[in-house]
């Protein structure tokens, strides 16, 4: 008698199998990698120790022997050893301390403890020190250890309180995007708050004026060389000019306007609504447009210092948003670290036009007809500041608009513009005076090639 015939062959089960892994929920393994990790973490020198004392999730210390019960819960009674190990692997060890330049080393753990995930302690230092000296977790506290969080304070050896400290928290392995919330706590009481992602390098915590002025004298300058639409709108003032003498009075007139509206944005004087940023990127790609534009149609320039003071204003707001998130980093030097980047922008467009002036007269002279190549490097900025133009747009149609209340406030703010405005003007009014004596001399070394009719 023949066997009957079975209808679930080899490869229909092998398909059923991989059907039901992929279509299946599952559990996360534990060893990802998080997607989003906060570490909190207070620095403060007390006597001759400096207390780091640091808050982590237990889920973004991986690859650990984590001792468990039979329901997957942590278990509290064997825990200790582990969590020393993890806060030496996963902390200590990327973190450097300095004092006055030295890195301290030897920490010595003083505490170590878990926490649940609903805790508040670390609000303030006092109450973080507190909880880790407080009561522990009952050992039949029910915590799966993914969602326990690790409180670990450190005591490094230093010589003074009142030396100069810096740190380089190097987290970014804790997660695919690790939030560093870092306060530092002087021996004067004051309180040194931080936020950044990733790893920012070294981090002076209480810098001294030479230490902010020098870090952003360097912000300044990369940032004038990083940003493509501020080395688009100087080639264009560039273009026209290959003699130094009669851009003076246009790259003075952009530093100071720019210098006026950074200042203006960085004491909090600026608009804070939410459509302000995209309108400043949308009104610079404008300015390049404008000012290639002006090459192509060569207009008469003696007076284009004051077109660039214009856009001047509007790009000075640009650099503010890059000093937002970075004024965290001067301490006490506010308007210190604002001359210093100031001064970091101005070296950068220095260089750039000892570059570009040479270059441009060499290219003019041997390679291409001045008034082809004015016309033809011209059309290729205005055809890049054109799509950032749209594409910005578009960002800033997306923000609606509200007439404002017209309130106290309203009208305290309109004044304070209004007598912005008059400053400006008296400003302008003195530049005029200055820059027609400067065109002057420059007509001696004759016109730009666009001042012709």
Not at 200 to 205: A, D, K, M, Q
Request: net charge negative; glycine share 6%; with cysteine.
């Amino acid at each position: 008698m023949p066997k009957p015939r079975s209808f679930v062959t080899p490869r229909a089960l092998v398909a059923l199998v991989l059907a039901l892994v992929v279509l299946l929920p599952s559990r996360p393994a534990a060893h990802d990698i998080p997607s989003d990790v906060t570490l909190q973490a207070f620095v403060k020198p007390d006597g001759q120790v400096l207390r780091f004392l640091v808050r982590v999730p237990l889920e973004a210390m991986r690859d650990l022997d984590v001792p468990v019960t039979g329901l997957g819960y942590l278990d509290l009674t064997r825990a200790d050893r582990t969590l020393r190990d993890a806060a030496t692997l996963w902390l200590s060890d990327f973190v450097g301390l300095y004092e006055d330049g030295v890195e301290l080393t030897d920490p010595v753990i003083v505490a170590a403890r878990v926490s649940l995930p609903s805790d508040r302690s670390f609000e303030s230092y006092e109450q973080a020190l507190a909880h880790v000296f407080g009561p522990r977790l009952p050992d039949d506290t029910r915590l799966y250890w993914e969602q326990g969080l690790l409180d670990v304070l450190f005591e490094y050896p230093i010589r003074s309180e009142t030396s100069g400290f810096s740190m380089h928290p190097a987290f970014e392995r804790l997660g695919l995007r690790v939030i560093n919330v870092i306060r530092f706590l002087p021996p004067d009481g004051s309180v040194r708050a931080f936020q950044f992602l990733g790893n920012p390098g070294i981090v002076e915590l209480d810098p001294r004026w030479q230490q902010a002025a020098l870090q952003f004298v360097g912000l300044g300058f990369h940032h004038i060389l990083d940003g493509t639409d501020h080395l688009l709108f100087l080639l264009c003032l560039v273009i026209p000019f290959r003699r130094f003498l009669p851009l003076v009075p246009i790259v003075t007139a952009f530093t100071l306007a720019h210098s006026i509206t950074l200042v203006v944005s960085a004491l909090g004087f600026a608009p804070r609504a939410l459509w302000f940023v995209p309108l400043i990127e949308t009104l610079i790609a404008m300015s390049i447009v404008y000012m290639a534009i002006e090459n192509i149609a060569a207009v008469k320039l003696q007076r284009r210092w004051l077109i660039t003071f214009g856009f001047g204003l509007v790009h000075g707001f640009g650099f503010s948003f890059v000093l937002g998130e970075t004024m965290q980093f001067a301490g006490t030097h506010l308007l210190t670290s604002l001359l210093a980047f100031n001064v970091g922008v101005e070296l950068g467009q220095l260089m750039v036009i000892l570059l570009l002036v040479p270059v441009l007269d060499l290219s003019f002279r041997y390679l291409v007809n001045e008034r082809i190549g004015t016309i033809f490097l011209s059309a290729l900025v205005a055809h890049t500041g054109w799509h950032w133009m749209l594409e910005r747009w578009e960002a800033l149609r997306q923000f609606p608009f509200a007439l404002p209340a017209f309130n106290a406030a309203f009208f305290a703010a309109t004044l304070r513009w209004l007598m912005f405005a008059v400053a400006l003007a008296g400003l302008m009014w003195l530049l005029s005076l200055i820059f027609d004596q400067l065109q002057r001399r420059a007509a001696g070394e004759g016109a730009p090639a666009g001042a012709k009719d």
